[in-house]
């Protein structure tokens, strides 16, 4: 079964506007992945962040990480038309598994217009 | 420029065949992975291979096979014991397994579809 949940499941903002999206799991994790799927297409990862960290930014991008509500949160600010995509988040439960094993989510349809 | 190449693009099965879907990195990775996504699904975990001639089933392996005869190449075989091959087939490397907090690298999909 699959971990994790995004929420919701669909989006819709005007260009400029402020997305956010949610991701919940089950299990502990070492840490969580968030990547974006154009469609057709196959992942791009965006952003990775471990167990024992809070938050992190990339560009205009912010994740969060709340590991005792086991959630995440994906804020991407000022969104462009080429944000539109579908979003999924990915737990890394570690080596507890003997690799790496990623488990995703069911994902975010995001449509930004212009 | 370094990637994963996943051919063809779209694939046809008739039934009873067995048809090979093909994965090549350039990116020097151990690691290799095939995922099947169904419409409106996340992605499940078929096969994996840590190294050079081993692989493991993942949660749903029933009906595929694969091989991993060089570490660039990873191809996936639907065989006609799938019975609901149609989906869309990603295949993706990471470094190696003893690397921790690292991403996965995809290719850009192969679809399947059933005549």
């Known amino acids: 079964s699959q971990q994790g949940e995004e929420d919701p499941q669909a989006l819709s903002i005007q260009e400029g506007e402020n997305a956010t999206m949610n991701c919940s799991y089950k299990t502990s994790i070492n840490n969580l992945q968030w990547y974006r799927q154009n469609s057709g297409r196959g992942l791009v990862h965006l952003i990775l962040i471990r167990s024992n960290e809070r938050e992190k930014h990339s560009g205009r991008l912010r994740v969060t990480l709340d590991t005792s509500k086991k959630s995440s949160s994906l804020l991407i600010t000022a969104s462009r038309a080429a944000d539109t995509a579908s979003y999924f988040c990915a737990t890394d439960a570690g080596w507890s598994t003997g690799f790496q094993k990623l488990v995703f989510g069911t994902g975010t349809r995001l449509l930004v217009s212009p | 420029d370094g990637g994963i190449t996943q051919s063809p693009k779209y694939l046809f099965r008739k039934e009873g065949q067995n048809v090979t879907l093909s994965c090549e990195q350039n990116?020097?990775?151990?690691?290799m992975y095939w995922y099947r996504q169904d419409p409106g699904q996340g992605l499940r975990l078929i096969y994996y291979?840590?190294?050079?001639?081993?692989?493991q089933k993942g949660d749903i392996a029933e009906g595929y096979s694969v091989s991993r005869e060089k570490k660039e190449s990873f191809p996936l075989t639907v065989t006609s014991a799938q019975k609901n091959p149609t989906a869309f087939y990603l295949c993706?490397?990471?470094?190696?397994?003893?690397?921790?907090?690292?991403?996965?690298?995809f290719g850009d999909g192969t679809r399947l579809s059933i005549l």
């Open positions: 990116l020097n990775h151990d690691a």
């Open positions: 993706a490397s990471s470094i190696d397994r003893s690397t921790l907090n690292q991403p996965q690298h």
């Open positions: 291979s840590q190294i050079v001639n081993d692989f």
